[in-house]
């Protein structure tokens, strides 16, 4: 379970205060998908890189399970991260490795060895519906098939959050609908919180339970989906 309170980000832009993110506050219990919507400017970027702590916030905490992630440093940081696994838009795939030594980079990072890494990859390489593409090549798969690979990856090291940023706005609608999927089925795996952060209504309402709509860095409305969607 991710729980976040009170997290507020003030840029400085000369003499002018940018407030990206003001006070906001939500939690996302596991088994659970948690959508976060709003418009171009609303904070989204700013809020992703605050819960992955690839940006400071100047307030407020990033809970998960109980620990505190903005009180981490050094050591204890990068460990607190791979808590959180990130799925980006693009799936940022190394286009000079396999897909299997894409997905069990974060393991490599880790020291994790050889043969515990190639078992850990075929398993989520199966999970993903990929089973057959360890030996392939980033630049040969189709754009849906990169994001399983990132779906993969963002799992390797058993995070207990997956936290998606924009996943489906670089595909079609049907791959779309496939991707989505995907995050819906492995929702259940290993009691996993997840987040879905995007600018599209058709991807919280597919697959979200719950919904906050973030506007001018706050959370002006926040429920369960048809309570959120009949207020909207
Ligand atoms: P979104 O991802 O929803 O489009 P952002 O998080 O990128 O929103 O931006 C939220 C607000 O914070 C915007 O007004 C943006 O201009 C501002 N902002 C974001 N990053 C910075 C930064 N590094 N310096 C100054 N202002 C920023
Ligand atoms: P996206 O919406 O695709 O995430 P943005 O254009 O919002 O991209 O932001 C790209 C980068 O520029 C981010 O790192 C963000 O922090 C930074 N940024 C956004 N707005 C500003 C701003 N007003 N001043 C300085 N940096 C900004």
Known sequence: MITVTDL????HQGRREVRALDGVSLTVPEGSIHGIIGHSGAGKSTLVR???LLDRPTSGRVEINGVDLTAARDAALRTARRRIG???QQANLFDSRTIADN???PLELIGVDKATRAAKVAELLGLVGLADAGQAYPAQLSGGMRQRVGIARALATDPDVLLFDEPTSALDPKTTDEILDLIMQVRGRGGLAVLVITHEMHVVKRICDSVSLLDGGRIVESGALTDVVSRL
């Open 50 to 52: 605050c819960l992955t």
């Open 103 to 105: 997905v069990g980079y």
């Open 8 to 11: 507020t980000k003030v840029y």
């Open 86 to 88: 990130l799925v980006f």
